[in-house]
């Protein structure tokens, strides 16, 4: 199995620059609520099925999380995260919630990996 990277940057083309407010505050509320973060865990302990919800924060997975906007593309934002060497197993599941969030509160964003790697993306990403 390969390692994981400690950096992941997400392309996200909006239709307006409005929508990049809208971003902003999807990653506001979850930098200081962490609302909508959580996990579904599912087991079978002795054969009988257990369920819970396990509430997360960003800051459990992520050294940072960053919002930047394209130097030329006031409708491109790159989302870089940092993640934490001593991550536990759902921070792919917790980006992929912040993800999906984003791409529900903005109608029409598009959402692509673009980097993935050991070392911080270079600035500027475009």
């Known amino acids: 199995m390969r390692p994981e990277p400690l950096y992941l940057s997400w392309c996200i083309r909006i239709p307006s620059e409005e929508d990049a407010l809208r971003v902003g505050a999807v990653l506001d509320g979850l930098s200081t609520t962490g609302e909508g973060l959580t996990s579904t865990v599912y087991t079978q302990p002795g054969g009988v099925p257990v369920t819970w919800v396990e509430p997360h924060s960003l800051d459990e997975f992520f050294e940072s999380v960053s919002l930047n906007h394209a130097k030329d593309d006031p409708c491109t934002l790159h989302l870089i995260f940092e993640r934490k060497r001593s991550a536990g197993r759902f921070w792919k599941d917790v ?9 529900t509160n903005v109608a029409g964003a598009s959402i692509a990996i673009e980097y993935k790697g050991d070392v911080a993306p270079s600035d500027p990403l475009n």
């Not at 980006?95 to 791409?103: F, R, S």
């Open 95 to 103: 980006m992929v919630k912040v993800l999906t969030m984003i791409g």
